[in-house]
DNA sequence: GTCTATACATTGATAGAC
DNA sequence: GTCTATCAATGTATAGAC
């Protein structure tokens, strides 16, 4: 079973070059170099460029809410937020990458609409979910929050998203471990 | 006194396209295009792009750190905070941009080895003196800071970067008061 | 499906007239 | 200082052979 079919390739150079050098930052030619095929093939697949930044969204934020969904909702709220925490760091550590959708929002004025509305979508459905379990975690009594949730949870979100992109700025996978105490500091 | 010399509209121009749609969004003509010259007088200028980005760079930090220093050293740690906050609150409701520095920060495999160094100053600048400041705060007895207040203010500094990324992509304001909360729901 | 060939606009950049 | 003119390289995109 080959998974690496030339479609497949396409995507995963395209949202990896997304992540690191934004929208603009690189072309089918670089695409097309670095798997090894020419740019008429690329555009078989992705008539247009953008195109192919709404397949690679569509398929981020689906892969990336079915994350979330599988942390089990029985669990308690603070083991939830540290499951949630770790799939950033882990991302991290991994591929040394920022969220897809915080590379594209920072290039937000280039994007066609509707890529903002997607960009809205997942961001939102984070911090709904987090949202979400703050307000388990009040009703438990293991999570102190002074206001509302649903303003922590936005607050929560921005800071793990800057942190990714501060700890690729200085290269230092030590900052992802400051998320756990970012987020869970209110414990 | 005219300070609308064609070199300030160059860099007012670009600092402002930068922020909207990343370093790689905009060209020599969207600027000329938009200041009414030809390309070739800001080659005059800046004869390369990557020039042009290092003026605006070094600019940007420059009055940014004005900005912080500005803040009187006697006030307490709570109000320095609240005035802080309160800098990126009216940057993004004058402007409706985001950090130029972290607008950079997204598409950083894309520019010089330099320009990273510059960013990882200006990141490294605010956490300093964030972190000044939440000492002051523990000391003074206003600020309830459980761990190190060195990453602490790392994670205050992202929720702030992120946070403005959130306000521009849903185009709400409101979201920038989140940020009082953010950063001193400790208090 | 992938290629060759090609079209056509844009890009960053330079030389030299004024 | 700003312009015209020009450049090579790069960008997205298409037509049609295989």
Redesign the pocket.
Known sequence: MNTET?RTQIMQHAQRLVQERGYNG?????LATLI??????I???F????DLLLAIVQQYHARWLAAIQAIDTGLSADVKLRAYVDMHRQAFCNTERICLAAALAADLASLPADIRKMLQGFYGANEDWLAQVLEQGVREGSLDMPGDVRIAARSMFAALQGSLATARLFNDSERMNDLLQAALSRQ
Chains 1, 2 share one sequence.
Request: net charge positive.
């Open positions: 030339t690189f072309s089918y030619r670089d090894g095929i020419k740019t008429s093939s555009h078989y697949y008539p247009q460029k953008e």
